[in-house]
C-alpha cells in the first residue's frame, strides 16, 4: 500500500516525510523545492505478537523494539499542490498524477496559519488553514472531474452499450486512480445516480460523483506546526468543522528526535509520549535547550502526531490488518528458523488465497490451504483474515 503525503507548499510536507522515513530530502522554504515526487518507506507501529506467544523474534522485512512492530508501508512525498493544480498551474497535473497510486492520503496544513495560499511566509495567525483543507479538496475534486470528462461523449455510448449502466464505464476511467469498482458503487449509492444513464449527467452530477469518490479515499488532517501557539485555535475548529480525523503534529520535532536516537543520544521510539537522554550522552547547550522545548511540546500534545496520524490513515481508515506469514506453525519460523520473521499490511477483507498471491504469485496459483498457527486450524480460503494473525499458507507451488 502507498501512502501520498499531500498539501500546499511549505506546509512541512517535506519534513513530515522526512521524519516518517528518515530519508534526507530537500527541505526549504522555496516553493517547490521537492520536484521530483520521493518515495520512501515508512511504518507502522503495532504491538507485535512476539510479546503474547512469548517468543523471541527475529523480523526480516520489519523491526521489532521493546513488542512494537513497526510494519513498514511506502509514502511519497509529493510536490504542493497550489490551486488551479488541476489546470496545469504550478507543476500542476504532474503532482496530482503522482497521486493518482495513493491508496490513502495525509493531508498535511499548516495549522499556525503562517503560510498563505500560494506557500508564501506570512505572519502566524493570518490565514486559517481550514480554507486549505478546502481548497485542496477542491483541487482534487476539480482533477477527478475532469478524468471523468475527458472523452465523455464516447463514454455515454459506451454505457449505452452495457445496458446504460455507467458503473463499469466510470469504474475503468477511475481504474488508473486506485479506486476499485465496490468504491465507484458506494459513491453512485451516495450521491442517489446509481441507476441513472450517464446520458442524463450534467456537469453537477459529474461534480458531485467526483466530491463523493474523493470522500472515500482514507485520509486524515496533520495539523502541523503545533508547536506554534496560533495552532491550538486552528486545531480546533478544524476538528469542529471537519468529519475526518485531525492529528496535531510537530514533523519537526519528530525528526530531530528520530536523529537523536539514531545517534545514540536519547531512548525514544517513534509514537512514544516521551523520551529519556541516555545516561553518559553528550549534548551540547544547543541540543539540551531544544530537548527541553521538544518535551513541552510532548507534554502538551501527547506525542509529536507523526506515528499517530500514519497509524491512524493506514489501520483506522484505510482498514489495515498485519499479518505474519510462517513456514513452521510449531516455531512460528520461516523454513530457516527465523521466528516471525515477517509482518504484512493488508486491507481487512483480504482472504487467505488472495494473501497468497500478495506474497508471490507462485504461493496464490498454488495455494491449497492455510492454517492458522496459533490454533492449528485450517482457514477458510474465502474468509477475511483476522488482524494479528500467524498463518502458514500451503501451496503446490
Ligand atoms: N514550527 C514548525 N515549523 C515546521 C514544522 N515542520 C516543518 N516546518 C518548517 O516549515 C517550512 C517548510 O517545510 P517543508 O517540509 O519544506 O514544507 P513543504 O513545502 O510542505 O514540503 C520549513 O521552514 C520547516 O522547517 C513544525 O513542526 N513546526
Ligand atoms: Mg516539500
Redesign the pocket.
Known amino acids: 500500500m502507498l501512502v501520498g503525503?499531500v498539501?500546499?507548499?511549505?506546509?512541512?510536507?517535506?519534513?513530515?516525510?522526512?521524519a516518517a522515513t528518515l530519508i534526507p530530502?530537500?527541505?526549504?522554504?522555496v516553493?517547490?523545492?521537492?520536484i521530483k515526487p520521493n518515495r520512501g518507506m515508512a511504518a507502522v507501529r503495532t504491538p507485535c505478537v512476539c510479546r503474547d506467544l512469548g517468543v523471541r523474534d527475529e523480523p526480516r522485512n520489519s523491526k521489532c523494539i521493546d513488542g512494537n512492530r513497526f510494519v513498514p508501508v511506502e509514502m511519497l512525498?509529493v510536490?504542493?499542490l497550489v490551486k488551479g493544480a488541476w489546470k496545469g498551474r504550478g507543476l500542476g497535473n504532474q503532482f496530482l498524477d503522482d497521486l493518482r497510486q495513493a491508496d490513502a492520503l495525509i493531508h498535511?496544513v499548516?495549522a499556525?496559519g503562517?503560510?498563505d495560499e500560494d506557500?508564501n511566509r506570512v505572519p502566524p495567525g493570518s490565514r486559517d488553514p481550514l480554507e486549505d483543507v478546502m481548497e485542496i479538496e477542491e483541487e482534487i475534486t476539480r482533477w477527478i472531474a475532469s478524468i471523468l470528462k475527458r472523452d465523455w461523449e464516447k463514454s455515454v455510448r459506451t454505457s449505452e452499450t452495457v445496458r446504460g449502466d455507467p458503473l463499469v464505464v466510470l469504474s475503468e476511467k477511475l481504474a488508473g486512480l486506485s479506486v476499485s469498482r465496490g468504491e465507484v458503487a458506494a459513491a453512485l449509492e451516495k450521491t442517489g445516480l446509481a441507476g441513472t444513464r450517464l446520458s442524463s449527467w450534467k456537469d453537477e452530477e459529474i461534480n458531485a460523483f467526483a466530491s463523493a469518490i474523493y470522500a472515500l479515499k482514507p485520509k486524515v488532517i496533520a495539523a502541523?506546526?503545533?508547536?506554534?501557539k496560533e495552532a491550538e485555535a486552528n486545531i480546533e475548529s478544524m476538528r469542529r468543522s471537519l468529519s475526518i480525523p485531525v492529528i496535531p503534529?510537530?514533523?519537526?520535532?519528530?525528526?530531530a528526535l528520530r536523529l537523536a536516537a539514531n545517534r545514540g543520544l536519547i531512548d525514544y521510539l517513534p509514537g512514544d509520549q516521551a523520551f529519556k537522554i541516555r545516561p553518559g550522552a553528550q549534548l551540547t547547550s544547543g541540543q539540551q535547550d531544544a530537548l527541553k522545548r521538544i518535551q513541552q511540546m510532548l507534554e502538551k500534545w501527547g506525542s509529536?502526531g507523526v506515528q499517530q496520524a500514519i497509524n491512524e490513515v493506514v489501520l483506522n481508515q484505510y482498514g489495515a490488518i498485519v499479518v505474519y506469514p510462517v513456514e513452521d506453525v510449531n516455531k512460528y519460523s520461516d523454513s530457516k528458523g527465523r521466528v516471525l520473521p515477517d509482518a504484512y499490511l493488508v486491507r481487512s477483507g483480504t482472504t487467505p488465497k488472495e494473501f497468497a498471491y500478495k506474497i508471490h504469485t507462485d504461493l496464490g496459483e498454488g495455494y491449497l490451504y492455510a492454517v492458522d498457527a496459533v490454533t492449528k486450524q485450517r482457514l477458510p480460503e474465502d474468509k477475511p483474515l483476522k488482524n494479528r494473525v500467524i498463518i502458514k499458507i500451503v501451496s503446490s507451488k
Do not use: L
Not at 498539501?7 to 512541512?12: I, L, Q, R
Not at 516553493?31 to 521537492?34: E, N, R
Not at 502541523?224 to 506554534?228: I, P, R
Open positions: 503525503v498539501g500546499k507548499t511549505n506546509v512541512g510536507k517535506s519534513t513530515f516525510f522526512k530530502v530537500a527541505i526549504d522554504d516553493p517547490f523545492t521537492t512525498d510536490a504542493g498535511v499548516d499556525a503562517s503560510t506557500g502541523n506546526k503545533a508547536d506554534m503534529t510537530i514533523a519537526e520535532a519528530e525528526v509529536t
